[in-house]
Every structure is written in structure tokens, then in C-alpha cells.
């Protein structure tokens, strides 16, 4: 076993089990800070792969913004520890862990068949090799921050607008919607 | 696996760690000293002038001269903290309690990882930069690392279980949410014109901007608006006093460390001092050439070490310049009301910031087309 192999296992492990008491604690601040390690974990598997723009960006957007709101949110409503209300749900709840086991177990199968288990990384190189992505031009794919802008830039720039319009779809959702309750609230 | 070799890389890598951390934290220190001073200065005190090494304050002149500046006190103050009986209210969560403290001082130090502070020329003539990890992504790190700070001060705040320390929690995770974004765009219009096409610049490294500053001008005279909108949010970020919303003593008793006391409480206020430190460097490298002359002059010091070492320590001149402006406005300000700090990160920076990214692109784009030469 490597060294990166043993980074691997224990990162890996780190992001596993950051999820796993996340989802076990009873109170939510606990939890949004495991749902953090479990977030870093992932950003230093990117780094494994040396994909380190990808790990910044995991880092600065979700355990650096996306958490701090979440915590925000949670301090400022004071949501203390789960109580009765989760006895209710745990039908809905146990049908939908079911539901996405089996999923998971599919796609796990479906994927050591067709492929045949993963093939030391021949599929990704054949992605990443063609020229395709860079579009013609001489601009070697890598994981360095001008690869990714020039893709996105260029053959990927209908998906990116794409997704960009649909996050101004949601926020301007997610502000119709809280006004509507606060009005009602207010008289 | 582990030959000969490896071990001395990393042995090499290690102690320049060491030493990297040590000049920072002794930074620091010394900081809250200058603090003091400064503010004893600026409001006719003398500020500390007791303390003194047992031998050392028997030498003549020098001994009489060192205890006025006050040079021992951040031993002292060092070591109370250390020694202070460790209090621990029944009250908290007793876990995050004590995590809270390293939460806020790790992200602190780590930052430093990707500082460069200097650049000497190789045997072969290449120039290479003195830095511990020479990043191609430095100023994302720092943006990222960084913002995971708050994470301290929200700890200790709702550790601490009770009414002052959990408002200024809340306060810092808001506050820090409101200035991160007007940081990072006012960080993009610098890297848009030092990267602009034709160059040979294409990265978001700390080194490149320096060298970028090299015998041209500061950033700080090409885009002062984006200079003034870091700086703003720099203060925001590190918990300054115009902005130092979590703790705000008049109003929130001591805010986030009300219930810290001894080591904890001296760990949270290095943390806070290793921020300004970092801080400064990164604004000195940004805007003010790192280790570049002055604007629009060659440097005058020759390529061989003794012109590394005097860049490094004009950089560090820089950068204490840039630590004594941070407590010169902490002396001089009053703090801002809660609502005027959420006004001023949304409606007046946030738009300031967009509206100077638009400008400069259009500029660039413009100055590009027209084949017009930068300065």
C-alpha cells in the first residue's frame, strides 16, 4: 500500500463517517459541523487526484458559505435537539432509505458489469485525451483553473448559462415564496 | 519506498514550516505590543514600560531603553496566559468548547502555506520564489482557508451556551457572509488585468501578481476602487474594530469569548493577530508590489542574496506599515451599529464591487482590441 493509498483510505473514511454521525446526531449543530469534515474529506480526495482547483472551490463554496449559512439559519431559529416530530416521519423515512439502498446497489451492479470493475482509469483517459473538449484549439486538458475556464467558456457555454439560469430560477422562487409567507405572517 | 532522499526533502520542507510559523507567530505577538503602544501613543499614555528580563535590565543603556519599548511584554503576557488557573464554566458543551479555539487558529496558519515573501534567481537564472507551496490556484486557497475561520468564533459562541457569546456568533457567521462575496469580486478586475490576453500571466498565483508589479506600477494606483473594497472587507473578515461585530465589548460584554478564559482566551487573541499579519502580507502582495521598489522603478538592490534579503525585508517593511494603518484606524474609528455593517456589505460594497468587475472588463476588453500598450 502506498502512501496515497493510505491518504485515500483515511479521507475517504473521513468523509464516510463525517455522514454518517451527520445524519445520526440529534442536535443540528453537531451535525452541520460533521456535515463540514465530511465535506472537507471530499475536497482532499480531489486533491488525490490533483484536481485542486476542484478542491478550493469545494472548500470555499460549501464548507465556507453554503455551511456558514446553514449554521446561520440554525442558530438565529435556535432549532434545538429533534424531539416527537421524527417518530411521524420514520415511515416515509425508512421507505426512502430502502428506496435509495436498492438504487445505490443497482447502479453498483450495473457498473461492475458493464465495465468490469474499473479499469485502472482507461475510460477517463479516453475522455480526457480527446480534442473534442478543448474544442480544436491546442489547449491540453488538465486540471489547472484555465482548462476548466476555457471549456466552460467555449463548448460548454449553452450547460453553464443553462444552469446558471435555472440557480436565478430557484432563488427568485425561494424569494416569492418566503414573502408570501411573511405578508400572511405579518397580518 | 522511503530512500535517503525523501527524508531530506522533507526534512528541508519541515524546518522551513517551522521557521515560516514561528516568524508569523512572533509577528503576532509582537502586534499586540505594537497595539498597545500605538494606542498608549495616540492618547498621551506610555503603555507597557515595566517588564524586563532579570539580567538584561542591568545592562547600562541598552537594558533601560529595551524595557521602555516594552520588547519583554509579549513574554510576559505569554506566559500569564499560560499560567493562568484554567476555568471551565459548567454550563458549556465541553467538546466544542475546546475545539472552538484551534477551529479559529489553524485556518489562521495554515493561509501561510502559500504566502511567498521573496524571490532570488538560480544558478540557471531563473527566478524562484521563496514560499512554502508555490500554488497555481494561491489566492483561492487563501479566500478558501480562511473563510473556514468563522467556524471558531461560531463554535465558541454557541458552546458557550448562554446569551453574549451565541449573538456574537450569529453576528460573525452573518457578517462574514456578507463581505466574503464582495471580497472575491473585488479580487477578480486584478487578476483580469494582470492575466490580460497577450500576457504571459494566466494564473491565480500570489507569485505572478508580484512579478506582474515588477518595475511597472502598484496595483494600487491601476485600480484603487478594488484596493478599497479588499481592504474594507479585509477589516470585516479579520473582526477589526470598525467591524468587530462578534465582539463588541460595549454592548455584548465580551462577545464569542465571554466564557474563555487563560490559554483559550490567549489562543483566540494570537488567532486574531495572525490574521492581521496575513492579512497585511496578502494586501502588500496584491497592491502594494510585495517585494517590488516603488512604482515604476527598476529595484535597486543587485539579483544575488543580498538583494533577496533586502526585497524581503522591504516586503516585511510593507506589510508592517500595512499592521500599524489596521490599529491606527482601530484607535481612530468608532464601531458601526449591527444594521449599518449588514447596509454597508449589501448595498453599498456588494454593487460597488460588481459595478467595478463590469468596468474593468470593459476596459480590458477595449484596451485589447484597440492593441493599446498597458502601462
Given at each position: 500500500m502506498s502512501t496515497v493509498d493510505i491518504l485515500f483510505y483515511f479521507f475517504a473514511l473521513l468523509a464516510l463517517g463525517g455522514g454518517m454521525l451527520m445524519i445520526c446526531s440529534k442536535h443540528p449543530v453537531p451535525a452541520a459541523m460533521f456535515m463540514i469534515v465530511s465535506l472537507v474529506g471530499v475536497a482532499a480526495l480531489f486533491v488525490l487526484l490533483e484536481a485542486f482547483f476542484l478542491a478550493v472551490l469545494q472548500i470555499l463554496v460549501y464548507a465556507g458559505a453554503v455551511m456558514v449559512l446553514f449554521l446561520f439559519i440554525i442558530m438565529l431559529l435556535d432549532v434545538g435537539p429533534e424531539g416527537g416530530k421524527a417518530s411521524r416521519m420514520k415511515l416515509i423515512s425508512g421507505f426512502a432509505g430502502a428506496f435509495f439502498t436498492a438504487l445505490l446497489v443497482v447502479v453498483f451492479l450495473i457498473m461492475v458489469q458493464s465495465s468490469g470493475w474499473i479499469n485502472n482509469g482507461e475510460g477517463w483517459s479516453e475522455i480526457s485525451d480527446t480534442n473534442e473538449f478543448t474544442n480544436g484549439s491546442n489547449l491540453i486538458f488538465s486540471a489547472s483553473v484555465k482548462s476548466f475556464g476555457y471549456g466552460l467558456l467555449t463548448k460548454y457555454m449553452l450547460p453553464l448559462q443553462i444552469s446558471g439560469f435555472l440557480l436565478l430560477a430557484a432563488m427568485v422562487g425561494v424569494i416569492v415564496l418566503s414573502k408570501k409567507a411573511s405578508e400572511e405572517g405579518s397580518n | 519506498m522511503i530512500d535517503f532522499e525523501t527524508i531530506q526533502v522533507v526534512a528541508i520542507k519541515l524546518t522551513f514550516a517551522f521557521l515560516m510559523v514561528g516568524a508569523v507567530m512572533t509577528m503576532a505577538g509582537y502586534s499586540v505590543l505594537a497595539e498597545r503602544k500605538v494606542s498608549a501613543w495616540m492618547q498621551g499614555r506610555v503603555g507597557p514600560n515595566r517588564t524586563v528580563l532579570p539580567l538584561v535590565g542591568s545592562v547600562p543603556v541598552i537594558g533601560r531603553f529595551l524595557q521602555g519599548l516594552g520588547i519583554f511584554q509579549p513574554l510576559a503576557d505569554g506566559l500569564k496566559f499560560l499560567f493562568k488557573e484554567e476555568i471551565v464554566p459548567?454550563?458549556?458543551?465541553k467538546l466544542y468548547y475546546y475545539l472552538a479555539p484551534i477551529v479559529a487558529l489553524v485556518p489562521a496558519l495554515t493561509t501561510m502555506t502559500v504566502l511567498p515573501f521573496g524571490e532570488f534567481t538560480n544558478a540557471d537564472g531563473n527566478f524562484v520564489p521563496l514560499i512554502l507551496a508555490d500554488l497555481d490556484i494561491g489566492i483561492l486557497f487563501i479566500l478558501a482557508v480562511s473563510s473556514l475561520g468563522v467556524y471558531g468564533i461560531v463554535l465558541a459562541g454557541w458552546s458557550s451556551n448562554s446569551k453574549y457569546p451565541f449573538l456574537g456568533g450569529i453576528r460573525s457567521s452573518a457578517q462574514m457572509i456578507s463581505y466574503e462575496l464582495a471580497m472575491g469580486l473585488s479580487l477578480l478586475p486584478v487578476f483580469l488585468w494582470v492575466s490580460e490576453p497577450g500576457s504571459s500571466v494566466s494564473s491565480l498565483s500570489l507569485v505572478e501578481i508580484v512579478r506582474a508589479q515588477n518595475s511597472s506600477t502598484w496595483l494600487l494606483l491601476i485600480q484603487p476602487v478594488s484596493a478599497l473594497i479588499f481592504l474594507i472587507a479585509l477589516f470585516a473578515e479579520t473582526n477589526r474594530l470598525p467591524f468587530d461585530m462578534p465582539e463588541s465589548e460595549t454592548d455584548l460584554v465580551g462577545g464569542f469569548h465571554t466564557e474563555y478564559g487563560s490559554f483559550k482566551f490567549g489562543i483566540f487573541f494570537v488567532a486574531e493577530y495572525a490574521h492581521i499579519v496575513i492579512g497585511s502580507a496578502i494586501f502588500t502582495l496584491l497592491f502594494l508590489g510585495g517585494w517590488n521598489f516603488l512604482p515604476w522603478l527598476d529595484n535597486p538592490w543587485p539579483s544575488s542574496w543580498i538583494g533577496t534579503l533586502i526585497g524581503t525585508v522591504w516586503f516585511l517593511t510593507k506589510t508592517i506599515g500595512l499592521i500599524f494603518f489596521f490599529i491606527w484606524i482601530r484607535w481612530t474609528l468608532p464601531r458601526f451599529r449591527y444594521d449599518q455593517v449588514m447596509n454597508l456589505g449589501w448595498t453599498k460594497l456588494l454593487p460597488l464591487a460588481l459595478a467595478n468587475l463590469v468596468f474593468y472588463i470593459l476596459l480590458v476588453t477595449w484596451l485589447d482590441q484597440s492593441n493599446f500598450n498597458l502601462p
Open positions: - | 459548567g454550563h458549556v458543551n
